[in-house]
């Protein structure tokens, strides 16, 4: 084994100047290889069957129902306010009743809250109203 101490003359050795990359190029293939390795297991998924995007034009009928929720949260029923929850089950419940039942169509805001949309759905659930819609604007073409 050789080691170089100094030059024989006694001079100074030169300044080296370049960068030892290959501390760096290690490094940077251990990660490249880690990553390799975990992304497969970050991206593993449970399989499911997820529902497909269906865009209907709606059939208004008059007997169908509106219910419209504003972004403060209100409530209409066919453009009329209801004060509040328990006033929408009342009518729910009178509306589940008709034979054939009519549909209820929700319009919510794109500002509203999904918590007040929600109130409505359960609303109907409650009243046991067989089909809920949700009204939506088509995409704009292009």
């Known amino acids: ?13 030169e300044v080296v ?10 490094v940077m293939l251990v990660l490249l290889i880690i990553f390799l390795i975990t992304i497969p297991v970050v991206t593993h998924t449970i399989p499911v069957q997820l529902p497909k995007e269906t865009n209907i034009p709606r ?23 209801v004060p509040d929850t328990d006033a929408l089950f009342q009518r729910l419940s009178k509306i589940a009743t008709i034979k054939p039942q009519p549909e209820v169509h929700i319009r919510g805001d794109g500002q509203a809250r999904y918590e007040s949309i929600g109130r409505v759905i359960f609303q109907c659930q409650r009243a046991s109203i067989q089909k809920v819609s949700f009204v939506t604007e088509p995409p704009p073409k292009g």
């Open 1 to 13: 084994m050789a080691m170089n101490v100094g030059s024989s003359s006694g001079d100074e050795d």
């Open 17 to 26: 100047s370049s960068i030892n990359t290959t501390p760096l190029v290690d």
């Open 59 to 81: 059939q208004t009928k008059p007997e169908n129902i509106d219910i419209s929720v504003n972004k403060d949260g209100d409530i209409f029923w066919n453009q009329q306010l």
